[in-house]
């Protein structure tokens, strides 16, 4: 994380986030990471605002986690009125949570008939690799080169992007980088990498078991186009006897703009579909959907997620439901998304530094080269853009394996009037770059 704030070097701060940083590292310990040179502190969420402990006003666009806006009045009030009546667990019979399944399942394809709830999403994509497992008998699984997919012990064995040891049974395919191979069939070249991963794999000794990929491909740069590529790399899994994992953990809910989940937008029904982060407008709530027939051999054991679930869990995840409905954010996000990256690609005619623009809806990633000729990454510039944003009072971060992609993922609710903000700011600070 090269724009991460790095110990040792907090004198410029106040001595109110100084005391703070000291605590923090002595009781949290050494493997968190604060964003930012300079961590911001907020205390307070508004919409697509966070606010720090003097006031300041920060334009969060990078926070997806907080899907219909930060402390979304609709959602906290869901919250409060059902902690204040009952909250157990899955094990007892509640209308709230069918209620809730009923909802979120008719949102899916009619294939996708069963729902299984969690807390994270990292516990929903370990209960996917399980299911796999179990379905297909195989052990073996294909990701993107820089996926990230949980930190639980099995799918951090499937996240080359936290820098762990992955696992012997799992292959890394380069990601659909259709910037980096332009003119080339993107569907077919990952259909082909994916290819060259099964066999691998079935050399080894090793059944496949699944291709899961992040439908937006988030970690790896963002890379959304052209709609449709996946179904090739899908069909060659399928035909090895695996299954497809959709994970929607950061694409789904409407953010692509075009249809509810990532994986729509490819024309696909996905053997299983793992959520997480945005379900819950960040209260701590997760799931899997997948096709009934790859429950029935997993069913013959016993599952149970004591908190997964449970009614308040439901009732917040029913309300993030009833407002990107009822706000019409689906569309929001595809208008302002739209509206965005054409303001982002004027941008690019007068800074040579912006090498591309891509992405869907409001889920957008913009790559910054030194050279455009040889798209060689601009590491560095990328981190003082990160950093002069955040002095500007907007928040955002990079992505990518030379984290020189700006990851563009604000809360659904964002407005042309914030896009252009964001959009007028981000000029002034690409201009600052051609200074000493």
């Known amino acids: 994380?090269?724009?991460?704030?790095?110990?040792?070097?907090?004198?410029?701060?106040?001595?109110?986030?100084?005391?703070?940083?000291?605590?923090?590292?002595?009781?949290?310990?050494?493997?968190?990471?604060?964003?930012y040179e300079t961590p911001i502190h907020p205390v307070r969420g508004e919409g697509v605002w966070l606010i720090d402990a003097d006031g300041t006003r920060y334009l969060d666009v990078y926070n997806n986690v907080p899907s219909v806006g930060h402390c979304h009045p609709h959602v906290v009030a869901a919250l409060a009125r059902q902690a204040a009546v009952l909250n157990t667990h899955t094990r007892y019979l509640d209308d709230i949570v069918l209620d809730y399944a009923e909802k979120l399942l008719a949102t899916f394809p009619a294939e996708l008939g069963h729902v299984m709830f969690t807390c994270t999403g990292s516990e929903a994509n370990d209960l996917a690799l399980r299911i796999a497992r179990a379905h297909t008998g195989g052990t073996g699984f294909i990701v993107t080169k820089l996926a990230y997919h949980g930190n639980s012990s099995a799918v951090s064995?499937?996240?080359?992007?936290?820098?762990?040891?992955?696992?012997?049974?799992?292959?890394?395919?380069?990601?659909?980088?259709?910037?980096?191979?332009?003119?080339?069939?993107?569907?077919?070249?990952?259909?082909?990498?994916?290819?060259?991963?099964?066999?691998?794999?079935?050399?080894?000794?090793?059944?496949?078991?699944?291709?899961?990929?992040?439908?937006?491909?988030?970690?790896?740069?963002?890379?959304?186009?052209?709609?449709?590529?996946?179904?090739?790399?899908?069909?060659?899994?399928?035909?090895?006897?695996?299954?497809?994992?959709?994970?929607?953990?950061?694409?789904?809910?409407?953010?692509?703009?075009?249809?509810?989940?990532?994986?729509q937008r490819h024309g696909l029904v996905p053997d299983m579909v793992s959520l997480g982060k945005p379900m819950g407008n960040g209260h701590p709530l997760a799931g899997l959907v997948a096709k009934p027939v790859l429950l029935e051999e997993f069913g013959k054991i016993r599952y149970f997620n004591t908190f997964g679930g449970n009614p308040v869990s439901a009732a917040v995840g029913l309300a993030v439901l009833e407002v990107i409905e009822s706000e019409g954010l689906l569309e929001n996000a595809r208008d302002v998304g739209a509206y965005l990256q054409q303001g982002l690609r004027e941008l690019r005619a007068t800074h040579e530094i912006i090498g591309d623009v891509r992405g869907a809806g409001l889920f957008i990633g913009l790559e910054l080269v030194s050279d455009r000729s040889t798209r060689a990454p601009a590491t560095a510039e990328t981190a003082r853009l990160v950093n002069g944003l955040r002095d500007r009072h907007i928040l955002i971060s990079s992505a990518g394996p030379h984290a020189n992609i700006l990851k563009i993922r604000p809360p659904l609710p964002f407005s042309r009037a914030n896009a252009d903000v964001f959009i007028a700011t981000f000029d002034q600070v690409l201009g600052s770059l051609r200074g000493p």
Not at 192 to 197: E, F, L, N, P
Not at 206 to 224: E, H, N, R
Request: aromatic letters at 8%; one cysteine or more.
């Open 1 to 35: 994380m090269p724009n991460a704030y790095q110990p040792g070097k907090s004198s410029g701060l106040p001595a109110r986030e100084r005391d703070l940083i000291a605590r923090r590292q002595r009781l949290l310990g050494p493997a968190y990471r604060l964003f």
């Open 157 to 263: 064995e499937l996240s080359p992007s936290l820098g762990a040891p992955l696992g012997g049974h799992v292959r890394c395919v380069p990601p659909p980088d259709a910037y980096r191979g332009a003119g080339t069939d993107i569907g077919a070249v990952f259909a082909a990498d994916v290819q060259r991963a099964i066999d691998d794999l079935v050399a080894h000794g090793i059944k496949p078991a699944a291709l899961i990929v992040d439908t937006i491909f988030s970690s790896d740069g963002v890379f959304a186009e052209p709609a449709g590529f996946l179904a090739e790399a899908v069909a060659a899994i399928r035909a090895a006897g695996g299954v497809f994992i959709a994970d929607e953990v950061q694409p789904g809910f409407g953010r692509t703009g075009s249809h509810l989940w990532g994986f």
